[in-house]
C-alpha cells in the first residue's frame, strides 16, 4: 500500500469512495460543495490518498485540516473491499507524521452511538482504537443522523 498526496486525476477516485458512503453521509458525488472541498484540499497539499501499485483504484482517502493546534479530520473513507485492512490507520498515520506537532488536538466528527453506520462502519471503533475519545454531540449530519465530535491529545 501507498499512501501520498492526492493529485487532481484523483478526484474521480474520491468521488468512487463518496459514492460507497452516501447511504450514511446523504449526497456527496452530484454536490458541487464536496467536489470543492475536495480540490481545495488538493490544492492545499492536505488530502491523502491509498492506493496499491498494481491497481488506478483508490484503496482510501482523507481529507485533513492541519490548522495548529487544533486540527480535523474532514473526511475519510476507505473502499468496501479495504476495510479492516489497516488503510484508515495508515492515512491517519501518514497524516498526523506530516502535519501535527504537539501539543495538539485532533478532532473528527463521526456517527453518534444511535445512528445506523455507527456500528455497520466501525466508525466509532476505528476511531477509540487510535486514541479519539468520544466529546460532546455535534451538528446532525446531512440525512440527518446523529453525530459526534471524537477529540485526540498530542501531546
Not at 2 to 30: K, N
Not at 77 to 88: E, I, L, P
Not at 123 to 139: D, I, K, N, S
Request: hydrophobic content about 45%.
Amino acid at each position: 500500500m501507498i499512501i501520498r498526496t492526492a493529485q487532481e486525476q484523483d478526484l474521480p477516485g474520491f468521488l468512487g469512495l463518496a459514492a460507497q458512503v452516501e447511504h450514511w453521509f446523504g449526497p456527496m458525488v452530484a454536490d458541487p460543495g464536496f467536489t470543492r472541498a475536495v480540490r481545495q484540499s488538493i490544492g492545499a497539499g492536505t488530502a491523502l490518498v491509498a492506493s496499491e501499485e498494481s491497481s488506478s483504484g483508490l484503496l482510501g482517502a482523507v481529507l485533513f485540516g492541519a490548522a495548529p493546534p487544533v486540527h480535523h479530520v474532514h473526511w475519510l473513507v476507505v473502499s468496501d473491499g479495504a476495510r479492516g485492512r489497516g488503510v484508515g490507520s495508515a492515512l491517519l498515520s501518514d497524516a498526523f507524521r506530516r502535519w501535527v506537532r504537539g501539543p495538539a488536538t485532533v478532532e473528527v466528527v463521526t456517527f453518534g452511538a444511535d445512528h445506523p453506520g455507527a456500528v455497520a462502519s466501525g466508525a466509532r471503533v476505528f476511531y477509540e482504537r487510535l486514541g479519539f475519545t468520544p466529546a460532546e454531540p455535534a451538528a446532525p449530519g446531512p440525512e440527518g443522523g446523529s453525530r459526534q465530535v471524537y477529540r485526540r491529545h498530542v501531546p
